[in-house]
Antibody, heavy 119, light 108 residues
Framework: QLQLQESGPGLVKPSETLPLTCTVS??????????WGWIRQPPGKGLEWIGS???????YYNPSLKSRITISVDTSKNQFSLKLSSVTAADTAVYYC???????????WGQGTLVTVSS | ETVMTQSPATLSVSPGERATLSCRAS??????LAWYQQKPGQAPRLLIY???TRATGIPARFSGSGSGTDFTLTISSLQSEDFAVYYC??????????FGQGTKLQIK
């Protein structure tokens, strides 16, 4: 059974870079037809798609965040990562990593990790 | 960017009754639409993809319909575990993939 697990700091200072890693277990990140992505949810609010990456390295970013995000993949470790720069309080959210299959929805999701931006 | 609008924001239904949730896209997304259920403190769970195909393990009381710009999620005979927030998502015109703002289904 495929599982995803986010890891990273729970607290980041304003203007710094938020780094998160998603470790995939129970399956290979290099399987064709799957995109590996990040979605966030501010406390009490809805879902926002951040971006995704194909195992080949092709990336797809939300234009609203594009100037601040970098998503990368490490197939040797079966991991993919997110870096969000110049964070502000508005970036405080639960960050989920997830898999999406072409033509299908997002499944499965990681359990999510709360990242708070505060000094 | 394709904007997804869900209605109503909150829906109050009694257990055993039917719930009908709506999702409208600002432009056609064909059938590239998914529905998710989210319970407090949990990650969303995929219910429906391709507008009408149930994901693995999803009970038959969940059904999706629609294409183009108008979509519906129907839950027949609501069970206690069905009270949650539901989101629609389009993946036709991306990036970005976009979600609706959610419909909270609560017990009447």
């Amino acid at each position: 059974q495929l599982q995803l697990q986010e890891s990273g700091p729970g607290l980041v200072k304003p203007s710094e870079t938020l780094p998160l890693t998603c470790t995939v277990s129970g399956g290979s990140i290099s399987t064709s037809g799957y995109y590996w992505g990040w979605i966030r949810q501010p406390p009490g609010k809805g879902l926002e798609w951040i971006g995704s990456i194909y195992y080949s390295g092709n990336t797809y970013y939300n234009p609203s965040l594009k100037s601040r995000i970098t998503i990368s993949v490490d197939t040797s470790k079966n991991q993919f990562s997110l870096k969000l720069s110049s964070v502000t309080a508005a970036d405080t959210a639960v960050y989920y990593c997830a898999r999406r299959q072409a033509g299908v929805g997002v499944d499965p999701w990681g359990q999510g990790t709360l990242v708070t931006v505060s000094s | 960017e394709t904007v997804m609008t869900q209605s109503p924001a909150t829906l109050s239904v009694s257990p055993g009754e039917r719930a009908t949730l709506s999702c409208r896209a600002s432009q056609s997304v064909s059938s590239n639409l998914a529905w998710y259920q989210q319970k407090p403190g949990q990650a969303p769970r995929l219910l429906i993809y391709g507008a009408s195909t149930r994901a693995t393990g999803i009970p038959a009381r969940f059904s999706g319909s629609g294409s183009g710009t108008d979509f519906t999620l129907t839950i027949s005979s609501l069970q206690s575990e069905d009270f949650a927030v539901y989101y629609c998502q389009q993946y036709n015109d991306w990036p970005p993939e976009t979600f609706g703002q959610g419909t909270k289904l609560q017990i009447k």
